[in-house]
C-alpha cells in the first residue's frame, strides 16, 4: 500500500510539473510578437472569447495575402485582446492574442477590424475598458472596419453616430431597437461611410475585406487577392452602399 501511494504521490508532482511546464511554455508563446515590415498599413483584429471565426478568418487572410502582391502598400495583420490570455472563438479555436491593449504595448493601428462575438449585443457592450479603447483608438486610425454583430459595439463607443453602417442581417431589428438614432442600412453586404466599413458578416466578410483593398489598391489588386484565395470578385456585382 505504501509503495503504491508513494507512486501515487510522483505521478501527481510529476503531472504539476508538466503542467507548469506547459503554462509556462504557453505565457512565453503569449509574449512572441509578430514581426512587422515597415511602411505597411497596420491592421488590428481586436478579438474576445466568442469570437466567431469567419469574421475573423475571413478579412484576415485578405489582408494578409496582400504581403504577397508587388507594387503596394501591404498590411501587418495581428490581433489585440485585453488581455494576452488564450481566446476561445465560439467555434472552439483557440488564439494566443499578439498585444493587449490593457498595457498598451501595441503598435499605432491604421485600419481597426471589429469581428463579431458571441456577446456583443449583451455582456459585451458593459465592457467600459474595452469600448473606451475602441473610441479612443479609432480617433486615430485611417479605417474602422466590422463584420457581423461587431457593428453593436462600434456603435456602442458612439463612432456610428453620423454614419450609415449595416449589421447581421437577421440582428437589424435589434439594432435599431438599441441604436435608434443611427441611420441603419438594410438589405445590403456592407456600408462605407467616411472611414468607417460595416459588413453584414459571415462569408460575406469577404466580401467586405476585398472592397477596402479595391479602394485602397485598385481592381486588379483585389481581383488577384479574390482569384488566390478561388473567390470570384466583381464589385458591380456585390450589393453594398458607398456614401460620398
Not at 50 to 67: C, M, R, S, W
Not at 219 to 229: F, R
Request: glycine letters at 6%; aromatic letters at 10%.
Amino acid at each position: 500500500m505504501r509503495l503504491s501511494s508513494s507512486i501515487g504521490l510522483i505521478l501527481i508532482v510529476f503531472l504539476s510539473c508538466q503542467e507548469a511546464k506547459m503554462n509556462q511554455d504557453m505565457k512565453e508563446q503569449k509574449h512572441h510578437k509578430p514581426v512587422l515590415i515597415k511602411d505597411a498599413y497596420n491592421v488590428g483584429f481586436l478579438i474576445m472569447d466568442g469570437v466567431y471565426n469567419t469574421e475573423l478568418t475571413a478579412p484576415y487572410d485578405i489582408f494578409q495575402h496582400t504581403k504577397f502582391r508587388q507594387g503596394i502598400k501591404p498590411m501587418n495583420v495581428f490581433c489585440v485582446a485585453q488581455t494576452l490570455d488564450v481566446v476561445t472563438s465560439f467555434e472552439g479555436m483557440r488564439i494566443i492574442p499578439d498585444y493587449s491593449f490593457t498595457n498598451g504595448d501595441y503598435p499605432k493601428i491604421d485600419i481597426l477590424v471589429v469581428p463579431s462575438a458571441e456577446h456583443h449585443l449583451d455582456s459585451d457592450l458593459e465592457n467600459e475598458e474595452m469600448i473606451s479603447w475602441i473610441k479612443k483608438t479609432s480617433e486615430k486610425c485611417e479605417f474602422v472596419t466590422s463584420h457581423c454583430d461587431g457593428a453593436f459595439v462600434l456603435a456602442k463607443a458612439g463612432i456610428l453616430d453620423n454614419v450609415a453602417s449595416t449589421t447581421f442581417p437577421s440582428d437589424i431589428d435589434a439594432y435599431k431597437k438599441m441604436y435608434p438614432e443611427l441611420n441603419v442600412i438594410s438589405d445590403v453586404l456592407f456600408v462605407h461611410d467616411d472611414k468607417y466599413i460595416t459588413s453584414a458578416g459571415g462569408a460575406k466578410s469577404f466580401e467586405a475585406a476585398l472592397y477596402l483593398c479595391e479602394h485602397l489598391y485598385g481592381k486588379k489588386i483585389a481581383e488577384s487577392l479574390a482569384g488566390g484565395l478561388v473567390i470570384d470578385w466583381d464589385l458591380d456585382e456585390v450589393k453594398h452602399l458607398i456614401v460620398e
